[in-house]
C-alpha cells in the first residue's frame, strides 16, 4: 500500500463512515443545524434526503453523538422490515425486553410506557431512520402511526426520515400523503464544489497523517471534482485510486493523469470531455 509513501498512518479515503474524518461541508453544517433546531423545538417529522455517497449516513451518526446527552434514540440502519418487524426494532432499540411471541398490542403498550417514561424524566426519544426509501408503504404508514403517541403538549416520538431521492416520489404517492403532510422539516444535501473538494482532500490526508502542502494538485482536485460530480464517496474512491496509481510510479504529487487512470477505472465517475469537443461547443 502507499500509506509509508505519502507519509500516512492510515487510509485516508476509506468508506466507512467514520466521524473521525468528519469535514463540515456547508451542505452537511445546514443539515445538521436544521435537524437539530427542529428536534429541540418538538417538531415530530423530519426528513434529510441526499443523492448516493452525498455522506447521509455519517451526517446520521453525527446527529446521535449531538442528541446523546439530551435524548433517547433508537437508530435503524436497514429499515427494509415488515410493520411487524419494524416495531420490534424500535422497541429493542428503546431498550425493551420481551418475549418474542408477544403480541402486537401489547408490545405497543410497552412502547407507549418506555416513551412516557422517557418523557417524564425530561428527555425527547428520537427514532432515526437511514436508507428510508426501502421502507415499504405498510411500514411508512407504521411510523406514522407511532408518531400518534402524544401528550396534550409533545410528541412522545419524534422521527428523522434519512434517505435517497427516491424517498419524495414514494411519500408523493396519494396512499402517502398523511405522512407527507406531517414532514415539518426537510433538508436536500448537496454535493461539494471545487473549493470544497481541494478542501476535504486535503482535511483527509491531514487527520491521516500527511504532512506538508496537500499532494493533489489544483488541476487534479479540479478534474476529481468534475469526474465525481462532488459526491464524496466518489471523491474518496477517485483519490484512493489516485493515491494508488502515484504511487505505483513512484511519484508524491497527484496529476491530473494519475486522476484520469483512477477515473478509467471507476464505472460511475464522469470522464472528462476530450478538450477538442469543448471547443466544439454551441455559443
Not at 2 to 31: I, K, N, Q, V, W
Not at 48 to 56: A, Q, R, S
Not at 80 to 108: S, Y
Not at 177 to 196: A, K
Request: charged share 25%.
Amino acid at each position: 500500500m502507499y500509506l509509508r509513501h505519502f507519509g500516512l498512518r492510515e487510509p485516508p479515503f476509506s468508506l466507512t463512515p467514520d466521524t473521525g474524518y468528519y469535514y463540515e461541508l456547508a451542505s452537511h453544517r445546514e443539515a445538521l443545524n436544521v435537524l437539530l433546531v427542529a428536534l429541540r423545538a418538538g417538531e415530530g417529522f423530519l426528513k434529510l434526503t441526499g443523492e448516493v455517497g452525498t455522506g447521509k449516513t455519517l451526517l446520521c451518526r453525527k446527529l446521535l453523538d449531538a442528541l446523546e446527552r439530551e435524548a433517547e434514540t433508537a437508530y435503524i440502519p436497514n429499515p427494509f422490515l415488515n410493520p411487524n418487524a419494524l416495531r420490534l426494532a424500535v422497541a429493542e432499540e428503546l431498550g425493551l425486553r420481551f418475549p418474542r411471541n408477544l403480541g402486537q398490542h401489547r408490545l405497543l403498550k410497552l412502547v407507549t410506557a418506555r416513551l412516557v417514561e422517557i418523557h417524564r424524566a425530561g428527555r425527547r426519544a428520537v427514532l432515526l431512520i437511514d436508507e428510508a426509501q426501502a421502507l415499504p408503504d405498510d411500514s411508512l404508514e407504521a411510523v406514522r402511526l407511532l408518531t400518534n403517541l402524544e401528550t396534550e403538549k409533545a410528541k412522545l416520538l419524534q422521527v428523522v426520515l434519512l434517505g435517497q431521492p427516491e424517498l419524495d416520489a414514494r411519500l408523493a404517492q396519494p396512499r402517502l400523503r398523511q405522512l407527507r403532510q406531517r414532514i415539518t422539516f426537510s433538508h436536500r444535501l448537496r454535493p461539494m464544489d471545487e473549493r470544497e473538494c481541494g478542501a476535504y482532500l486535503a482535511h483527509r490526508m491531514t487527520v491521516a497523517g500527511h504532512q506538508g502542502p496537500p499532494p493533489f494538485e489544483p488541476r487534479a482536485v479540479r478534474l476529481l471534482h468534475r469526474a465525481s460530480r462532488g459526491i464524496p464517496r466518489l471523491v474518496n474512491i477517485l483519490a484512493h485510486k489516485a493515491l494508488l496509481v502515484a504511487f505505483g510510479r513512484g511519484e508524491r504529487r497527484i496529476t491530473p493523469a494519475h486522476v484520469r487512470r483512477a477515473v478509467r477505472d471507476t464505472e460511475d465517475a464522469r470522464a472528462p470531455r476530450p478538450w477538442w469537443r469543448r471547443l466544439l461547443r454551441p455559443a
